[in-house]
C-alpha cells in the first residue's frame, strides 16, 4: 500500500490530564500522575509518528 491510497489514520488524542482531586497525595507507585505523564510520552510519540505519515500522504497528493 503506498501513502496515496486511502487509509483511516485519524490524529491521535491528547489524553486527559487527571483532576488535582484523584490524587490523594500520599505517594502511590504508580501515582495518577505518572500514568498520565507515561500516556502523554506516548502520545507526542504516536502524534509525531502520525505527523511523518500526514507530510508524507501531502506531499505524494498530485499537483505538490
Known amino acids: 500500500m503506498s501513502v496515496t491510497d486511502e487509509?483511516?489514520?485519524p490524529m491521535p488524542?491528547?489524553?486527559e490530564a487527571p483532576s488535582d482531586d484523584m490524587c490523594c497525595g500520599s505517594g502511590c507507585d504508580p501515582c495518577v500522575w505518572d500514568t498520565?505523564?507515561?500516556a502523554?510520552?506516548?502520545y507526542r510519540r504516536q502524534l509525531a509518528d502520525w505527523?511523518?505519515?500526514e507530510a508524507a500522504r501531502q506531499a505524494?497528493?498530485?499537483g505538490n
Open 60 to 62: 505524494a497528493k498530485p
Open 51 to 53: 505527523q511523518a505519515r
Open 13 to 15: 488524542e491528547a489524553p
Open 36 to 38: 498520565y505523564n507515561a
Open 7 to 9: 487509509v483511516f489514520d
Open 40 to 42: 502523554v510520552q506516548l
